[in-house]
């Protein structure tokens, strides 16, 4: 009688569980599809960063909201490799705590890794024999970036892990090279221009309306780069020097679009190119939401 009992407590156990990972399963499928319908609403060229139908309420428990931005709120990783602009990596890596000195040497890393030779830019830096001393004989690919995931097979890359866990989220191998002053951060324009972060926040709030929140109606985007410019504090020789990195408008469109049915979440990233007048999927990704169910 308790065997009887012990499996009749366990297949009831068993099955009940099955039940709640089947409506798992179903509320992520229609999470997925909710995202998915707020990406083929964001995709028609006709809408813009606040319009309302990128926030919709499909019934009591299902809802997709889309944030759009360019591509070219982040900086191009690629387009920093240059002699010219490698000193404003160097100085990211420094604002999240790495030592000058490293930050050179990891910078130096990066740009080898991309450069067609096998000529160390520093003694500090690392070419095919370091890279063949440690048992990588395929390593530098010396081609630019075509993954993130790649910077992770530079020597020292672990270092820019471990000051900064979401590095990722302030570059983009996407775009025209050139930062949308109209989109980035406040983080990324201080970093990218050397402005101070209260300047930079400044602009920021200016740009984004008297509601102070980013992508609404009310937004006010900056009319010139020299508004830009000076609203950071930059002027003379510095400022011409970093013009050519900013731009008013990008041309990449990134959506983030989250789909929620019930407790079920899900985030989806595309990049659009629309550089020949006609948009073109040019990444699709799916996301972690916080509070997602995991299966």
């Known amino acids: 009688m308790a065997v009887l009992s012990f499996l009749i407590i366990t297949t009831a156990a068993i099955s009940n569980q099955h039940g709640n990972m089947q409506l798992a399963r179903q509320g992520m499928m229609r999470a997925r599809q909710l995202a998915e319908m707020g990406v083929a609403v964001a995709v028609n060229p006709q809408i813009k960063p606040g319009d309302p139908l990128l926030q919709r309420t ?12 360019t591509e070219e709120s982040r900086l191009n990783l690629n387009a920093l490799l240059s002699d010219d602009r490698l000193p404003i990596l160097e100085r990211i890596f420094i604002s999240w705590g790495i030592s000058p000195g490293d930050a050179q040497s990891i910078a130096a890393m990066l740009m080898d890794w991309t450069d067609a030779d096998d000529l160390k830019r520093r003694p500090d830096s690392a070419e095919k024999l370091d890279y063949a001393q440690k048992g990588f004989s395929d390593r530098p690919l010396n081609r630019k970036f075509i993954s993130l ?4 097979l530079v020597l020292r890359a672990d270092e820019i892990q471990n000051a900064k866990p979401d590095w990722r989220s302030y570059f983009t191998l996407r775009g025209n090279g050139q930062l949308d002053v109209n989109m980035a951060s406040a983080q990324v324009l201080a970093m990218a221009t050397s402005a101070s972060l209260e300047n930079a926040n400044q602009l920021v709030h200016k740009r984004n309306g008297p509601d102070g929140v980013q992508n609404t109606l009310d937004d006010t ?3 010139s780069l020299e508004e830009a410019l000076a609203m950071l504090g930059i002027a003379g020789p510095q400022a011409d020097s970093i013009k050519p990195l900013l731009t008013l408008h990008g041309t990449t469109l990134r959506i983030e679009s989250i789909g929620t049915a ?3 979440n899900c985030g989806i990233s595309v990049i659009v190119r629309a550089d020949s007048g006609i948009p073109r999927i040019a990444e699709w990704s799916e996301f972690p939401v916080e509070g997602a ?3």
Do not use: C, H, T, W
Request: aromatic share 4%; hydrophobic share 35%.
């Open 149 to 152: 995931d790649e910077v992770n």
């Open 293 to 295: 169910q995991r299966l």
């Open 221 to 223: 985007p900056l009319q």
């Open 58 to 69: 499909v019934s009591g428990i299902e809802k997709f909201a889309v944030n759009l931005s």
């Open 262 to 264: 019930g407790d079920s």
